[in-house]
């Protein structure tokens, strides 16, 4: 007798389909959502620089130049021209102020300083004969003023005799007419010669007055001419080392022209050229500091050149406690100029990376070893060592700061 035979439901061939369709359903879901879509680059770690993320002080600098110079210079300046007669140091010598450098020939400045000199010395003979005129004048007046006084005296005795004897009708009316007259004469010359004594005497001291004036002028143009005449010889304005010097005894010398410098030994100074990008944040009063010989030495600015050359301006700065013995001056020693103090920060290592992603993005290095991938980061101040990072990275994580100029600016680097 014939059995119905039921068909299987779940066939091999069934549950191979099914298994082969989910496969698929699988891989393209893996394509569209699973799948690593970022761009990868294999790479050799040997190759590369990788830093730790630190939790650490930082300091916001920039290194430059200074060169030392002397704190306080005197210049040597050629007064009045000539060719140079007698040489008395040289270059280096140590000065005392007043000391003669040099010595000028210019015959012909002489020859006028002469005749200036023999105008002013007959102008001053003039003014003191003219003065002592005045004063002889004024003698004079003063001995007709006694001389009159005297008749007057005379002539009163005798008028009021006449007085006495015309009122006894002693004499006759003509005799003490002529007393009168001779007593009323004598005190009009009086009166007149004393206006004249007033008047001359406002016009001598107005006179005088003018006449000192002009005397003490010529003798200062006097005394100015002679000076003029010891710049000839070139002395030490100051006491110090005698720098610059370069003179040779039969050159010419203009006037105006600079012989060298006097370097006073009452300490240093530093001048550095700083780029003008930092002109903004430059001031006064900043702070910057070197190592010398295992020891640290504090500056500050206190002066500020503000024109540009070449693009960079520049800047004097002078120890605030103590500097080197051992510095001279044309050394040239680097500088860190310090634009914040030193205060709590995440930092990472400056690397050639910077140059790549403008300190946008860097490579994180995965706590497996194995890659690394980008990863968006922010960083704002920096120095010679360190950048601070603002945002995108934690102290104990790994970048990579060396260049990444041969990436192509791939997502993930695998590590062979």
Do not use: C
């Not at 000065?95 to 040099?102: A, F, P, V």
């Not at 050149?305 to 680097?334: A, C, M």
């Not at 400056?350 to 706590?367: K, P």
């Amino acid at each position: 007798m014939d059995r119905v035979i039921e068909k299987k439901k779940w066939t091999p061939k069934k549950i191979a389909s099914i298994v082969a369709i989910a496969a698929f359903v699988f891989f393209i879901v893996y394509l569209l959502f699973l799948r690593d879509k970022s761009s990868k680059l294999y790479v050799d770690k040997n190759q590369l620089t990788i830093a730790p993320v630190l939790a650490d002080k930082f300091q916001e600098f920039i290194p430059i130049d200074g060169v030392v110079y002397p704190k306080n210079t005197n210049y040597i300046d050629v007064a009045q021209g000539g060719v140079v007669e007698q040489k008395f140091v040289e270059d280096g010598a140590m000065l005392n102020e007043g000391d003669t450098i040099i010595k000028l020939l210019n015959t012909q400045m002489e020859l006028s300083y002469m005749e200036q000199e023999t105008r002013m010395l007959a102008e001053i003979n003039n003014f003191n004969t003219t003065r002592l005129a005045l004063e002889q004048n004024n003698y004079l007046r003063q001995k007709e003023i006694v001389n009159l006084e005297y008749t007057i005296d005379k002539t009163k005795i005798d008028f009021e005799r006449k007085v006495q004897l015309k009122n006894e009708d002693v004499i006759s009316p003509k005799e003490f007419e002529d007393a009168k007259r001779e007593y009323e004469f004598t005190l009009k010359q009086l009166d007149i010669s004393l206006k004249l004594q007033r008047l001359d005497s406002m016009s001598g001291a107005n006179r005088t007055k003018a006449i000192n004036t002009s005397l003490e002028r010529t003798e200062q143009n006097l005394a100015l001419l002679r000076r003029n005449m010891e710049n000839a010889y070139i002395k030490a304005p100051a006491t110090g080392i005698l720098s610059s010097f370069s003179v040779e005894i039969g050159e010419t010398k203009r006037q105006g022209e600079r012989l060298g410098q006097i370097d006073m030994q009452d300490g240093f100074k530093l001048r550095a050229n700083i780029d003008e990008r930092y002109i903004s944040r430059v001031a006064e009063g900043q702070g910057a500091e070197f190592d010398f010989n295992g020891q640290n030495f504090q500056l500050e600015i206190f002066k500020i050149y503000t024109d540009v050359t070449n693009g960079s301006f520049q800047v004097d700065l002078h120890f605030v406690d103590g500097y080197p013995e051992s510095i001279k001056r044309g050394q040239t020693i680097q500088l860190r100029l310090k634009f914040s103090s030193e205060s709590d920060a995440i930092i990472i290592k400056r690397g050639s990376f910077f140059q790549e992603t403008g300190g946008n993005w860097i490579y994180v290095v995965d706590e497996s070893g194995s890659f690394a991938y980008k990863r968006p980061i922010r960083i704002n101040r920096q120095n010679t060592n360190y950048y601070e990072v603002m945002e995108g990275l934690q102290p104990g994580e790994n970048v990579i700061v060396s260049s990444y100029d041969s990436f192509g600016n791939k997502d993930k680097l695998i590590f062979r």
